[in-house]
């Protein structure tokens, strides 16, 4: 009788448990969470043929004349963010102001929010992996299309959703502005804390759209529940510097829902099933112009 009990008291915890989904590292016998190869339990979207995040074949990528820079707009502006630990991660709320265009997508789009994806201390922990290699920290900032006013109206348009991801590797120099987001971060410890970060500029993590004309284009998904697809992804091959001493100050700071320290928080790779990666061709252009000008020196000099 007591081990029907306890059987019957472990599967009531894990009903209750199991309707909140959490990282691989969250997952534990005591704390029965939904684990990302359980989301689509819960969240049907999360086992569709066009899930993110992916590992990006640069090798594979086929060259696209059809993506040209971006048009940022409201990036250099100051604004007031908000900050808030969802348990899941800290999401740091943008205005409307905040906007592009170009960049091969159909329309106008505003930013909602941006948020990012660490590992732990000694472990990368980016959700997209180029060429296999996991990079420490990605950045993701969402963008609703135009005139969708949530994700879940934008969720049935092709490319109702934008998301641009800047990858960070490791640099010797601190990057210069992220101590602002790694001191908010540390404001908002808990599930359900927020917090207000003043005169905040986006373009002082951001490089400028002019910086930016080399990158990834796939069609994929959000990659936390409910996967919503649909979302046209941005990979920028750029990347960002982030210093030893800001990501192992970042990945202490928060907490998930389960009181865990808030780290590893990235999706594993999903199938690619037969989509196509694409890449701006803006590299080739370069090459290819450097090309006709030697042959034309050469030709002068003969
Ligand atoms: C940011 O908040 C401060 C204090 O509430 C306010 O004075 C300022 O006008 C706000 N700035 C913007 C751009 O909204
Ligand atoms: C996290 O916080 C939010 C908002 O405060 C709350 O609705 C939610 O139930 C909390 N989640 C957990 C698992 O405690
Ligand atoms: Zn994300």
């Given at each position: 009788y007591t081990s029907t009990a306890?059987?019957?008291?472990?599967?009531l915890n894990c009903t209750f448990?199991?309707?909140?989904?959490?990282?691989?590292t969250q997952y534990s016998c005591e704390e029965s969470c939904r684990d990302p190869s359980r989301w689509a339990a819960?969240?049907?979207?999360?086992?569709?043929?066009?899930?993110?995040?992916?590992?990006?074949v640069t090798s594979k990528a086929h060259s696209n004349s059809a993506l040209?820079?971006?048009n940022f707009i409201g990036h250099n502006k100051q604004i007031n963010v908000s900050l808030e630990n969802t348990g899941h991660s800290a999401t740091f709320s943008l205005p409307q102001s905040v906007r592009l265009s170009g960049g091969g997508l159909p329309g106008n789009y505003r930013a909602a929010n941006f948020h990012f994806h660490w590992g732990r201390e000694g472990s990368p922990g980016s959700e997209h992996t180029i060429d296999g290699e996991r990079l420490p920290m990605e950045m993701h900032i969402v963008h609703i299309k135009e005139p969708y006013g949530s994700l879940a109206e934008a969720e049935h348009d092709m490319a109702g959703i934008a998301l641009l991801a800047f990858l960070f590797q490791e640099s010797a120099e601190d990057h210069p502005h992220l101590d602002t987001v790694i001191e908010a971060l540390g404001r908002v410890q808990n599930n359900g804390s927020s917090t207000e970060i003043m005169n905040f500029r986006l373009s002082d993590i951001v490089p400028s759209a002019s910086e930016l004309h080399s990158y990834y284009r796939y069609v994929g998904s959000m990659t936390t529940p409910g996967c919503e697809q649909d979302?046209?992804?941005?990979?920028?091959?750029?990347?960002?510097?982030?210093?030893?001493?800001?990501?192992?100050?970042?990945?202490?700071?928060?907490?998930?829902?389960?009181?865990?320290?808030?780290?590893?928080?990235?999706?594993?790779?999903?199938?690619?099933?037969?989509r196509v990666v694409y890449k701006s061709n803006s590299d080739s252009?370069?090459?290819?112009?450097?090309?006709?000008i030697?042959?034309?020196?050469?030709?002068?000099?003969?």
């Open positions: 306890i059987v019957l008291l472990l599967l448990c199991l309707a909140l989904w959490c990282y691989d819960q969240f049907p979207s999360c086992r569709g043929l066009r899930q993110s995040p992916i590992n990006i040209p820079p971006f979302v046209a992804w941005t990979v920028f091959k750029r990347m960002l510097p982030i210093s030893s001493r800001q990501l192992n100050a970042l990945v202490l700071k928060c907490r998930f829902w389960t009181g865990q320290p808030m780290i590893d928080n990235f999706r594993p790779i999903q199938p690619l099933d037969g252009l370069f090459p290819s112009l450097t090309l006709l030697l042959s034309f020196t050469s030709y002068l000099e003969i």
